[in-house]
């Protein structure tokens, strides 16, 4: 076996094994209970919600089955998640299936997928 082989090998498994570890963390602690989260700095010092608030909470709530609750914390990382899939696939089949990472990583879907979160950042914070 050849040693870049090998370390990419490594790399996956050391990937693999830090997103177990940050599943468990997400099963077992509650962002809203625990000090081990932190909390949104633009929220604290504004007042207002960044895209991003609710989403650790959001994460625990998915994990646990509840999927309305992680609608309520952060309804736009629910929407985003089959992006966020379609990404990481186009990412490792990018050889196989060049096309669709050219597509899925194309200037419409990037400029697109950037709009939709502005609007939501402004809207989460007016309604």
Not at 6 to 24: E, G, N
Not at 49 to 77: F, T
Not at 83 to 88: F, H, R
């Amino acid at each position: 076996m050849s040693t870049s082989l090998r370390h990419k090998r490594l790399w996956i498994a050391a990937s693999v094994t830090l997103l177990l570890a940050v599943i468990c963390v997400y099963f077992y602690f509650d962002p809203s209970d625990s000090i081990l989260f932190p909390k949104c700095p633009f929220l604290t010092l504004t007042g207002y919600k960044c895209p991003g608030c609710g989403s650790q909470r959001a994460v625990h709530s998915l994990l646990h089955g509840d999927i309305v609750a992680a609608w309520h914390y952060n309804m736009m990382l629910l929407l985003f998640i089959p992006l966020i899939v379609a990404l990481i696939v186009a990412e490792f089949t990018r050889t196989v299936y060049p096309r669709f990472y050219t597509r899925i990583n194309s200037t419409p879907v990037i400029i697109g997928s950037f709009i939709v979160l502005m609007l939501w950042w402004v809207l989460r914070n007016i309604l």
